[in-house]
């Protein structure tokens, strides 16, 4: 048995050095809790933008809106960098793993990123591969060169942000990679989103648990106009973060109530058993009917520069 723990919290929006100490916090309450695992929320280093547009409609960009994106990546970080060392060492401290929601920055591109930590330091990342909507103006895309796979001591651990999980060759991929312990950092806390969870952890017959920040106005920076809400006290994101089992069993959450820590202890037999009926890469797979092709590769920018005529 291994004992888990998904945080629901709010970030210090738009600031790292306050988000990283209330993420020490957390996780030194998740370990006191019995935890050797602890996921945090998608982009939760150091904040999920909802309700804000950054001056964007189509066809024009405000010089807020871009102090705004300023702002926005002057809080994101490196990988490799500071932040991610000071969780590493975190991570050591605690004798802990960490999953945790981060935006990454490489030159003037944002990435929404799982950042994986282990007691021996750092794992490595899973790019978002395809920002939802409005993040597109915000967020760079992802591939298939960060989607990994981590044998920890807890098991096979993976993770697939947010509506990443509406890609059902994306969750293929991570099946046939023999993800156990498959981890959501999230921003969806609409009441469907248990529906989701609880298929996928009844599809990959694994152990999913599902991290989203509950936030109200007043995390965010004054100043900037949020589209959905005008008092300090108006919650922005609601929360739903829970924890369900290989057969869809509901081990904890989902909770709405406010910030908290959802505890559940992971039996890895249970995914066999669960196999035991339904293995979707398999005995259920059908290989001579479907197939599927994973580029891991990265996609690198190509840079054409013509060449010079001589004087």
């Given at each position: 048995?291994?004992?888990?723990a998904v945080v629901q919290a709010a970030p210090v929006v738009f600031d790292c050095g306050a988000t990283l100490a209330k993420v020490r916090k957390l996780a030194a309450e998740a370990v006191a809790g019995g935890a050797r695992l602890v996921?945090?929320?998608?982009?939760?280093i150091s904040g999920y933008p909802r309700g804000m547009s950054f001056g964007t409609v189509v066809g024009s960009r405000t010089q807020e809106g871009r102090d705004q994106f300023r702002q926005y990546w002057e809080s994101s970080i490196d990988i490799p960098g500071p932040a991610v060392d000071e969780l590493s060492a975190l991570a050591a401290q605690l004798g802990l793993h960490i999953v945790i929601g981060?935006?990454?920055?490489?030159?003037g591109t944002l990435y929404c990123t799982a950042l994986f930590l282990s007691p021996e330091g750092y794992l490595?990342?899973?790019?978002k591969v395809m920002p939802t909507a409005a993040e597109r103006i915000i967020w760079g895309f992802g591939?298939?060169?960060t989607l990994p796979v981590f044998d920890t001591p807890l098991g096979r651990l993976g993770a697939v942000i947010c509506w990443e999980n509406y890609m059902p060759l994306l969750r293929m991929a991570m099946y046939s990679k023999g993800v156990q312990i498959y981890?959501?950092?999230?921003?969806?806390g609409r009441e469907t989103w248990l529906s989701t969870v609880r298929h996928i952890a009844l599809e990959g017959r694994c152990f999913v648990?599902?991290?989203?920040?509950f936030t109200r106005l007043s995390d965010f920076p004054s100043g900037i106009e949020n589209e959905l809400a005008s008092k300090p006290d108006d919650v922005i994101c609601l929360g739903g973060s829970c924890i369900v089992g290989p057969l869809g069993n509901v081990l904890a959450g989902p909770d709405f109530s406010g910030e908290t820590i959802l505890y559940a202890d992971l039996d890895l037999g249970d995914v066999v058993r669960g196999k035991y009926d339904f293995d979707v890469t398999g005995h259920y797979a059908r290989p001579d009917l479907f197939h599927l092709e994973i580029n891991e590769a990265a996609q690198k920018p190509v840079v054409s520069i013509p060449n010079q005529k001589k004087a």
């Amino acid at each position: 048995m291994s004992r888990v723990a998904v945080v629901q919290a709010a970030p210090v929006v738009f600031d790292c050095g306050a988000t990283l100490a209330k993420v020490r916090k957390l996780a030194a309450e998740a370990v006191a809790g019995g935890a050797r695992l602890v996921l945090f929320p998608e982009a939760f280093i150091s904040g999920y933008p909802r309700g804000m547009s950054f001056g964007t409609v189509v066809g024009s960009r405000t010089q807020e809106g871009r102090d705004q994106f300023r702002q926005y990546w002057e809080s994101s970080i490196d990988i490799p960098g500071p932040a991610v060392d000071e969780l590493s060492a975190l991570a050591a401290q605690l004798g802990l793993h960490i999953v945790i929601g981060v935006i990454e920055r490489q030159g003037g591109t944002l990435y929404c990123t799982a950042l994986f930590l282990s007691p021996e330091g750092y794992l490595g990342k899973h790019r978002k591969v395809m920002p939802t909507a409005a993040e597109r103006i915000i967020w760079g895309f992802g591939d298939a060169s960060t989607l990994p796979v981590f044998d920890t001591p807890l098991g096979r651990l993976g993770a697939v942000i947010c509506w990443e999980n509406y890609m059902p060759l994306l969750r293929m991929a991570m099946y046939s990679k023999g993800v156990q312990i498959y981890c959501i950092p999230t921003a969806d806390g609409r009441e469907t989103w248990l529906s989701t969870v609880r298929h996928i952890a009844l599809e990959g017959r694994c152990f999913v648990l599902s991290a989203n920040q509950f936030t109200r106005l007043s995390d965010f920076p004054s100043g900037i106009e949020n589209e959905l809400a005008s008092k300090p006290d108006d919650v922005i994101c609601l929360g739903g973060s829970c924890i369900v089992g290989p057969l869809g069993n509901v081990l904890a959450g989902p909770d709405f109530s406010g910030e908290t820590i959802l505890y559940a202890d992971l039996d890895l037999g249970d995914v066999v058993r669960g196999k035991y009926d339904f293995d979707v890469t398999g005995h259920y797979a059908r290989p001579d009917l479907f197939h599927l092709e994973i580029n891991e590769a990265a996609q690198k920018p190509v840079v054409s520069i013509p060449n010079q005529k001589k004087a």
